[in-house]
């Protein structure tokens, strides 16, 4: 069965780039679907960040838009997020999931990481 | 951006209960409605795509109902393990958002 897990800093200062790294396992993501990362605020607000296709297209949030990469490692099957300029706002549990090929919904995702950001 | 508001905030029922959630979009979504579940320090959990078909492996007294704006997801007996979050997304259009929750508690 398809597996995800999130790793990376737990501390980011702001101004400075959150960077982190989603392992899947079980699947590759270069077969199909949409790989995609999602956050989830403190109080529980979920935002919808944005994905890497299999076929390597992205598409991101238009909020974010400036500031977000996705990108992958296909020898590695990883799949990574960068935010720049990261403010106090941007602390969050951050999630990686799988979508469908459309993109639609999200049946697989990974157990999440806490990023706080903080001087 | 689609606005997806879920009602009630917070739901207080009694194991047995038939409950009904509601979410509701700004403009119509078609049936791109889909439903999960969170448990406290877990990740959200599939439970009906597009508005009203099941998933594999979810208990069938989760049902999901609507189209257009009003969707509403109904747990027919809720059973102790069914208390926690509740979230609807939605994919018709970009970016997709998700509704801020229905928080289902024991009374």
């Known amino acids: 069965d398809v597996q995800l897990q999130e790793s990376g800093p737990d501390l980011v200062k702001p101004s400075q780039s959150l960077s982190l790294t989603c392992t899947v396992t079980?699947?590759?993501?270069?077969?199909?679907?949409?790989w995609h990362w999602i956050r989830q605020f403190p109080g529980n607000k979920l935002e919808w960040m944005g994905y890497?296709?299999?076929?390597?297209?992205?598409n991101y949030n238009p909020s974010l838009k400036s500031r977000i990469s996705i990108t992958r490692d296909t020898s590695k099957n990883q799949f990574f997020l960068q935010l720049n300029s990261v403010t106090t706002e941007d602390t969050a549990t951050y999630y990686c999931a799988r979508g469908t090929t459309a993109t639609d919904f999200f049946a697989y995702w990974g157990q999440g990481t806490l990023v706080t950001v903080s001087a | 951006d689609i606005v997806l508001t879920q009602s009630p905030a917070t739901l207080s029922v009694t194991p047995g209960d038939r409950v009904s959630l509601s979410c509701r979009a700004s403009q119509s979504i078609s049936n791109y409605l889909h439903w999960y579940q969170q448990k406290s320090h877990e990740s959200p959990r599939l439970l009906i795509k597009y508005a009203s078909q099941s998933i594999s492996g979810i208990p069938s007294r989760f049902s999901g109902s609507g189209s257009g704006t009003d969707f509403t997801l109904s747990i027919n007996s809720v059973e102790t393990e069914d208390f926690g979050m509740y979230f609807c997304q939605q994919s018709n259009s970009w970016p997709f958002t998700f509704g801020s929750g229905t928080k289902l508690e024991i009374k």
């Open positions: 079980g699947y590759s993501i270069t077969s199909g679907y949409s």
């Open positions: 890497i296709h299999y076929s390597g297209s992205t």
